[in-house]
């Protein structure tokens, strides 16, 4: 599974979108972009994924570059319960023999008043 | 999605002992898997758990120390044998429906081992 890289913290004024960047460089063409959270002293939470089409649900929007390299989700509308740590992830198209999800350190959120 | 629950949410063990955790979903779910998640740290996987026969561990992990069961579609169990300090941190079930479809996580079991 491709590697990813996150920035350790952001922060965000509340009402504000929230523009999480993640660099992806050596995705493959068959690899996904998987977005989850962490909220404290919860299990990491499925907020969105895409393979190269922007993708948009209740919870975010997922912007997938032309070229696959990077990605952001975008929050827009951030209030204080999105603080959390929010996780990119890679990997291949989910099979019954090869679903496992590789956490980086992710993204610390902090979401201000 | 599927509704994870685990037991027991918490708890406090001596040097020594071992514990079982259990992970229950309320409905049939085609993978289960097990995360450790240390003090401050990500998630690493233990292991997949498989229906009917012996699970699929991760690299430094063993079925010895951490052995587990999963005799239908929607129960799994992790034990946490002979612990030690070490062995301290949240252990969380995860699960998957069908293909395609994202991995969905319990809130996980807070372990401390005194």
């Known amino acids: 599974d491709a590697k990813t890289t996150q920035p350790t913290s952001m922060d965000c004024a509340e009402g504000r979108a929230a523009n999480l960047p993640c660099n992806h460089s050596t995705i493959s063409g068959n690899e996904y972009v998987y977005w989850y959270r962490q909220i404290h002293s919860q299990g990491p939470q499925y907020i969105i994924h895409g393979l190269k089409n922007n993708e948009t649900n209740e919870m975010a929007s997922l912007i997938i570059t032309e070229d696959r390299k990077s990605s952001t989700l975008i929050l827009p509308h951030a209030t204080l319960r999105d603080t959390a740590v929010y996780y990119c992830?890679?990997?291949?198209?989910?099979?019954?023999?090869?679903?496992?999800?590789?956490f980086g350190t992710g993204t610390r959120l902090q979401v201000f008043p | 999605s599927a509704v994870i629950s685990q037991k027991p949410s918490r708890d406090i063990c001596q040097r020594g002992t071992s514990l079982t955790i259990q992970c229950q979903v309320d409905s049939q779910v085609t993978m289960m898997f097990w995360y450790r998640q240390q003090p401050g740290q990500s998630l690493t996987l233990i292991a997949t758990?498989?229906?009917?026969?012996?699970?699929?561990?991760e690299s430094g992990f063993v079925i010895d120390k951490f052995p587990i069961s999963r005799p239908n579609l929607t129960f799994s169990t992790l034990t946490v044998s002979n612990m030690s300090p070490e062995d301290s941190s949240i252990y969380l079930c995860?699960?998957?429906?069908?293909?395609?479809?994202?991995?969905?996580f319990g809130d996980g079991t807070r372990l401390s081992i005194l």
């Open positions: 992830i890679v990997r291949g198209r989910l099979s019954y023999n090869t679903d496992k999800l590789i």
């Open positions: 995860s699960v998957v429906q069908g293909e395609n479809q994202p991995q969905h």
């Open positions: 758990a498989n229906q009917g026969s012996e699970a699929t561990y």
